[in-house]
């Protein structure tokens, strides 16, 4: 139980946080437990993301997940909203649109790690405000539970009126099914591993 405890960390982090790994020693390190334990017959398809998670407020105010076993955050501890619009909007969308001010079709956007929909949450905010339409696929291996969504404050912190109608909806929107949320945001919600993405320049931002 503890291999495989282990094994299901292991995968759940990297997957979550591989692209924060700055440390290539550490990476390599995670890798090799991955494979030894994977070596001993133990595979993650069929088992279950059980790891701690803890509710947390970050620097901003707004609240993340913690994992304690990794020390991990699913988003900055300085400030959840204040990484995802330095991130996914400042240097994802609104880049993208200075650079291509003539685009006049829906952009494609590719997140991999849906997580706490905080990314996507805001993304459909901004193409409101803008009045760009915008076709958004979240890729998660592990979903957040809805007793977890409630406990996040992104609508309150952000300010948004009918802001927990419209978070909510983000997480009930069945999954693997395109849906329309709002007028300018449809959300195509995946269940799988990144490493199951097969699309081939089908993204204008990731």
């Known amino acids: 139980n503890n291999d495989k405890n282990?094994?299901?960390?292991?995968?759940?982090?990297?997957?979550?946080?591989?692209?924060?790994?700055?440390?290539?020693?550490?990476l390599q390190d995670l890798l090799v437990k991955i494979r030894d334990l994977k070596r001993k017959g133990f595979t993650t398809k069929c088992l279950k993301f059980n790891l701690e998670r803890k509710?947390?407020?970050?620097?901003d105010g707004s609240s993340t997940i913690h994992l304690p076993e990794w020390d991990e955050q699913y988003h900055s501890k300085h400030g959840a909203i204040q990484?995802?619009?330095?991130?996914?909007?400042?240097?994802?969308?609104?880049?993208?649109?200075?650079?291509?001010?003539?685009?006049?079709?829906?952009i494609s956007i590719l997140e991999i790690g849906f997580g706490t929909g905080l990314n996507a949450f805001i993304t459909m905010l901004e193409s409101e405000k803008l009045g760009i339409s915008t076709d958004y696929t979240g890729i998660e291996a592990y979903p957040v539970v809805m007793d977890e969504i409630?406990?996040?404050?992104?609508?309150?912190?952000l300010h948004v009126t009918n802001g927990d109608k419209l978070f909510e909806l983000l997480?009930?929107?069945?999954?693997?099914?395109?849906?329309?949320?709002?007028?300018?945001?449809?959300?195509?919600?995946?269940?799988?591993f990144f490493s199951?993405?097969?699309?081939?320049?089908?993204?204008?931002?990731?």
Request: hydrophobic residues 35%.
């Open 55 to 59: 509710i947390v407020i970050t620097g």
């Open 196 to 206: 199951e993405i097969k699309d081939t320049n089908a993204y204008n931002l990731i």
């Open 83 to 106: 990484e995802a619009y330095h991130v996914f909007i400042k240097h994802g969308l609104q880049f993208f649109l200075d650079c291509n001010m003539d685009f006049d079709k829906p």
């Open 150 to 157: 409630h406990q996040l404050n992104y609508p309150t912190q």
């Open 171 to 192: 997480h009930l929107s069945h999954w693997d099914t395109q849906q329309q949320t709002v007028p300018y945001f449809t959300l195509n919600k995946q269940k799988k």
């Open 6 to 26: 282990q094994i299901v960390a292991l995968e759940a982090f990297l997957e979550r946080r591989y692209e924060r790994l700055s440390d290539t020693a550490i």
